[in-house]
């Protein structure tokens, strides 16, 4: 029987005669085996063994988000498998799922597990949240990678960047230190970065607000102030009062080159206050890497990349991040790096567990107990539903400010008229 007069039926009837003789016999014969079983179907060589291995084995192919088991052979060859067992979490688990992580404002599986236990006692305490006692169980046996696998798709609908407007500051520069690792005790509340986020919606030129961010190292608590422009009187003032919003004491700051910074007014203040001030390398920024990954996280997935330069867009900006600090410092469970080994190529990562940077200032031994009280007592009168509400209506009031900005007009005409231009 010559390989163009066999049908697919045939093929199929050949394949699978064949296939239990091969997957029986020794080396040499199966080499035997697949020499005829090429010049039958003429097959290539690699396929053919494919087949003649896989055939009557369960199979999975993954098809983009689909994966489907077949018994046999695949391409039409082999059939399908029914799922077998009940699924675990149905549509309540999915559903309550669904609602912690918006409410935390969608963070990665495994920050979310970590933080599961803790979160559905608080919604359930403020009433946001009511389970039968299987969903709880359910939701605190959840893996990370499950968690993962159930948002898919809520993630797929939500899925801006912004440049460096920083100028040197020559100023006092050679007298103020780079920091070295050796000369900061990082494993101790206190330490902080500081980094200023620039609000000029794509155009530099002109005044525009500024957004200074202050994160502790430890335990990454962190503090948000807006700020008019980058001129030194009014940053020294927003970092004074971002300062006294700390829970503890600060024992250090570190900043980059910046002017702003760089100054012989915020030296004196350090000096006052005993206050160990450096400054990071220059154009490197992971020497800041725990602020600069606030920047992101914190203040542009909160305000975006408008521009922002009234007296009122200021105003809501300082609104927003009073209450935004509360819902970062109390809710949003985070991860640190604690070693990393590189194998060759191959750099190998280890995290601690996802913790609050509220229940990082708890676990720190320096911080005063009546510190601690006082943030508890704090903590347990928060509801984190009412503080995202908060946080959505002020975004609102700040989109509707900014839309009758002079400068989102200008934007809007700018964009119409290249629509037109293309058309």
């Known amino acids: 029987m010559e390989a163009e007069t066999l049908t697919m039926k045939e093929k199929k009837k050949i394949s699978k005669k064949m296939a239990q003789r091969y997957q029986r016999a020794g080396k040499k014969e199966k080499g035997e085996i697949l020499e005829h079983f090429v010049s039958l179907t003429e097959y290539s060589r690699c396929y053919a063994s494919w087949i003649l291995r896989n055939w009557g084995k369960r199979v999975t192919v993954y098809s983009g988000r689909n994966r489907i088991v077949f018994i046999g052979e ?21 559903a309550a799922l669904k609602k912690i992580w918006y409410i935390l404002n969608y963070p990665c599986g495994i920050r979310l597990a970590a933080y599961m236990k803790e979160i559905v006692s608080v919604l359930e305490r403020h009433e946001e949240l009511i389970l039968d006692a299987e969903t709880r169980e359910k939701l605190f046996k959840i893996s990370p990678i499950t968690i993962d696998r159930l948002l898919r798709d809520e993630k797929k609908k939500w899925e801006l960047k912004g440049k460096s407007r920083t100028k040197p500051g020559m100023l006092l520069k050679s007298q103020i230190p780079i920091r070295t690792f050796a000369q900061w005790d990082e494993k101790r ?71 702003e910074f760089i100054n012989e007014h915020l030296q004196k203040y350090c000096q006052q206050e ?68 590189r194998k060759g190529s191959k750099i190998t990562k280890e995290y601690d567990d996802a913790l609050t940077p509220y229940q990082r200032v708890l676990n720190c031994p320096e911080v005063d107990e009546s510190i601690k009280k006082k943030l508890t007592k704090q903590y347990e009168s928060l509801n984190p539903v009412e503080l995202q509400k908060h946080l959505l209506d002020l975004q609102r009031l700040l989109l509707k400010a900014v839309r009758k900005n002079p400068f989102y007009k200008k934007r809007l005409e700018l964009k119409k008229k290249k629509q037109l231009s293309l058309t």
């Open 74 to 94: 695949w391409k039409g060859y082999g059939k399908t498998s029914n799922r077998k067992g009940k699924r675990i979490y149905g549509e309540k688990v999915q």
């Open 274 to 341: 005993k206050i160990t001030f450096t400054r990071s390398r220059p154009y490197r920024k992971n020497d800041s890497c725990y602020v600069e990954q606030k920047n992101w996280h914190i203040v542009r997935k909160t305000v975006g990349y408008w521009r922002y330069e009234t007296d009122k867009e200021l105003f809501l900006l300082n609104r927003i991040y009073e209450v935004l600090r509360l819902y970062t410092n109390f809710f949003q469970p985070q991860m640190k790096l604690i070693k990393k080994t």
């Open 189 to 259: 509340a206190g330490f902080l970065e500081m980094d200023l986020v620039s609000h000029d919606g794509g155009e530099v030129q002109g005044i525009y607000a500024q957004t200074l961010s202050m994160t502790d190292i430890d335990t990454g608590w962190t503090e948000t102030a807006g700020v008019k422009n980058k001129s030194q009187k009014h940053v020294f003032a927003g970092l004074k009062k971002s300062i006294a919003n700390f829970p503890f004491p600060v024992l250090g700051l570190d900043s980059d080159n910046g002017g």
